[in-house]
């Protein structure tokens, strides 16, 4: 099946690496740096190559050939680039010692309304059976955006993943996508909660639920070192994740959406061995380095997963 990617706020990924805990306040020495160019679309689509499908990559640009262009002119799928004259933001990811990350991502934008219109002109005009639809939303953009996006492939035939956060993931859900897929953080968000206020596992469980009944929409919420759920139109299911040591943890989420579309639509493989591929792919990218990606190679050298049916 033909997929498409939409991207409108890509990024170029700065991973610092530190010899010990962060400090507020302090002064840190990093130990060593790994800058990618990167984005949840980008990543997507590099996933999709290395899994064997060439994908549809649509996005902003900079006006000058930059480190953006030169990346993407190593692959294979399909770029198509609208120029905005903000260029592409940069976002900041530090590992310290402990392992753990910390994100600081730029806005991005202004996006102009004539560029943003190009964008959605060059996705329209192009054929495809699934869009994913991902990324936040850079300034100049309305925030319901994702919402008409998502409705109109929809109307047109489309199968729409969307993978977003707040606002954005609010408003593209009014417009019925297919597939979810929020983390912890961002599905708790959709209730008005923090992370620390979700529960446990059933009331994660709870709320999947509630938005697959308000919405029709799956979700497939991953949850880090505790695998993942899903709960959508086909059943409700307990993922397990592998436990792996920790290099890079930038891409892991989009890697598993990436992974599960391909296993689950490109190779139509059941929901159960969808799943598991997807688990084992996310695992098998946090064990590389800065914003680097598996392959098949790599993520068959992770263990097994177990992907258990949920009684009710």
Known sequence: MKISILTINPCIDRALYLSRSVVAGDIHRVERSVTNV???????????????TLCDYFSFGSPERDAVDLAIEAHRFAYHKTV???????????????????????PGGPITEAELDELLRALDETPTEILSVCGSIPRGVEKSIY????????????????????????NGLEGRPDLIKPNRRELAG?????????GDMAE??????????????????????????YVGCDGEW????PKVEMRGFAGAGDTYLASFLQARYAEHLPITDA???ASRAAAAKITLEGSELPTRETIGAVGAVSVQAISS
């Open 38 to 52: 990167a984005g949840k679309g980008l990543n997507q689509a590099i996933v999709l190559e290395n899994l064997g």
């Open 84 to 106: 905005a004259a903000c260029g592409v933001r940069t976002n900041t990811k530090i590992i310290d010692a402990d392992g753990i990350g910390t994100e600081f991502n730029e």
């Open 147 to 170: 919402r008409e996006i998502v409705k109109r492939a929809k109307q047109n035939g489309k199968i729409v993943a969307l993978d977003a956060d707040g606002d954005a993931l609010k």
């Open 190 to 198: 959709l209730f008005g909660l923090a992370e620390s206020e979700l």
């Open 204 to 229: 994660t469980l709870r709320l999947c639920r509630l938005v697959y009944a308000k919405y029709g929409t799956s979700v497939l919420c991953t949850l880090d070192a505790d695998g993942s759920l």
């Open 238 to 241: 307990r993922v397990s994740a």
């Open 275 to 277: 799943l598991a591929f």
